[in-house]
């Protein structure tokens, strides 16, 4: 089945740098990336998502990108703020059926003033 | 619209103790999904349902049964409770088809299994 590994654990910048978080995924016909945001107590939302037949996708400050050949996908947080202090997950699926994400370990990310 | 309720938020059980979460969705979704998530791993798929009356196994079901007896409802049972079932546990549901792949997740219940 697939595996999704996402570095770093935690990562902590400075209020208004860039932000990396990157995850690698195993199987080769997963086909939807999305990322989802977790603030203290709540539920994880989902922030951005990408789709195999693309390889990059902005929202304003956020960005993922995905390079199938080497199966992985990354979210870019730029001009960061601290109401982006979270923590991050990103996961991977195949459409069979049903779409059963698979997730990565967390990423907490700190923005400090 | 509410989204996913879950309830109860917070639950103390007894090892060997039962208990049952439930899941109620407002949105109309065809698919939802149990996970729990544990420190270090990430949310793991415990079960998830394709439709009203169905439900499949995920990654870790061992100690757990699921009914989908209402489309707008998702329930996880624990028969009996043990201190590795000690987790936070969320509901999801989403659309089924590619291009509404997204899911929309409760708040959370958080248990602990003494």
């Known amino acids: 089945g697939e595996n999704v590994e996402q570095h770093p654990s935690t990562l902590s910048v400075q209020e208004g740098d860039s932000a990396v978080i990157k995850c690698t995924y195993s199987?080769?016909?997963?086909?939807?990336f999305p990322w989802y945001k977790q603030e203290l107590g709540k539920g994880p939302q989902l922030i951005i998502d990408?789709?195999?037949?693309?390889g990059e996708k902005k929202d304003q400050r956020i960005a993922v990108t995905l390079n199938k050949t080497a199966k992985h996908f990354s979210l870019h947080i730029t001009e960061t703020q601290p109401e982006d202090s979270a923590v991050y997950f990103c996961?991977?699926?195949?459409?069979?059926?049903?779409?059963?994400?698979?997730f990565g370990q967390g990423t907490r990310l700190t923005i400090n003033p | 619209n509410a989204g996913v309720t879950q309830t109860p938020k917070f639950r103390v059980l007894k090892t060997g103790q039962s208990m049952t979460l439930l899941c109620a969705q407002d949105?109309?979704?065809?698919?939802m999904y149990w996970y729990r998530q544990d420190p270090g791993m990430g949310l793991r798929l415990i079960h998830y349902?394709?439709?009203?009356?169905?439900?499949a196994k995920g990654e870790v079901p061992d100690g757990y049964n699921v009914s989908r007896l209402k489309k707008q409802n998702f329930l996880l049972g624990l028969e009996s409770a043990a201190p590795s079932q000690t987790s936070v546990y969320f509901c999801?549901?989403?659309?089924?088809?590619?291009?509404?792949?997204?899911?929309?997740f409760g708040s959370g219940t958080r248990l602990t299994v003494v």
């Open positions: 199987d080769s016909a997963s086909n939807y």
């Open positions: 990408i789709r195999s037949n693309v």
């Open positions: 999801a549901s989403s659309y089924p088809g590619q291009g509404t792949e997204g899911y929309t």
């Open positions: 996961a991977a699926s195949t459409y069979q059926g049903a779409q059963k994400l698979v």
């Open positions: 949105m109309n979704h065809e698919y």
């Open positions: 349902s394709v439709g009203e009356g169905t439900t």
